[in-house]
T-cell receptor, first 110, second 114 residues
Framework: QEKVQQSPESLIVPEGAMVSLNCSFS?????SIWWYQQHPGKGPKALI?????GNKKEGRLTVYLNRASLHVSLHIKDSQPSDSAVYLC??????????FGAGTKLSVKP | AQTIHQWPVAEIKAVGSPLSLGCTIK??????LYWYWQATGGTLQQLFY??????VESVVQLNLSASRPKDDQFILSTEKLLLSHSGFYLC?????????????FGPGTRLLVL
């Protein structure tokens, strides 16, 4: 069964810092990866997805996927206090339900 | 724009009592619908999905059931709550599916079973 592990568990950075979040998965046949942002007591919000090996950039977000090492990372440039939230990695194969990681709690201090 | 509404916002229920949670999607016809559960401090887990009215697939057995009585409505229920049912219940939809596309989550229902 697909296992999704995220690191670090939590992260505190100053405003304006570059943030790097990591996600490792176990199934090399996994096809789709999503990153979600979840504020306390709210539903997750989709940020960015990637399906092919390589990288994808959207605004301040860049995601890198390395299928050979079963690793995906999310980088947030110029972090803002409003970026403070839990970031969830979700991995899916074919039509199977996505497997979510436990999340990384990010705090951006002004 | 599509909007997703969940009700109730929160519930406190007794063990053994029945439960019904609802979800409505507006602005999107024939969405793929999902129910998720998030235990306090736990990971998000998909429980059910539905691609059309009257058709629901179970992903995880948690002594819960789901139904889709209308194109825009998804219901999660049980006749007898357990302590382990406590947590955060989220409804989500996607334009394609099942599980083929980005999923858009509702605001959630917080459930406490005592």
């Amino acid at each position: 069964q697909e296992k999704v592990q995220q690191s670090p568990e939590s992260l505190i950075v100053p405003e304006g810092a570059m943030v790097s979040l990591n996600c490792s998965f176990s199934d090399s046949a996994s096809q789709s990866i999503w990153w979600y942002q979840q504020h306390p007591g709210k539903g997750p919000k989709a940020l960015i997805s990637i399906f092919s090996n390589g990288n994808k950039k959207e605004g301040r977000l860049t995601v890198y996927l390395n299928r050979a090492s079963l690793h995906v990372s999310l980088h947030i440039k110029d972090s803002q206090p409003s970026d403070s939230a839990v970031y969830l990695c979700a991995v899916s194969r074919n039509n199977n339900a996505p497997r979510f990681g436990a999340g990384t709690k990010l705090s951006v201090k002004p | 724009a599509q909007t997703i509404h969940q009700w109730p916002v929160a519930e406190i229920k007794a063990v053994g009592s029945p439960l019904s949670l609802g979800c409505t999607i507006k602005g999107k016809s024939s969405p793929n619908l999902y129910w998720y559960w998030q235990a306090t401090g736990g990971t998000l887990q998909q429980l059910f999905y539905s691609i059309t009215v009257g058709q629901v697939e179970s992903v995880v057995q948690l002594n819960l059931s789901a139904s889709r009585p209308k194109d825009d409505q998804f219901i999660l229920s049980t006749e007898k709550l357990l302590l382990s049912h406590s947590g955060f219940y989220l409804c989500a939809w996607s334009p394609r599916g099942p599980n083929q596309d980005t999923q858009y989550f509702g605001p959630g229902t917080r459930l406490l079973v005592l």
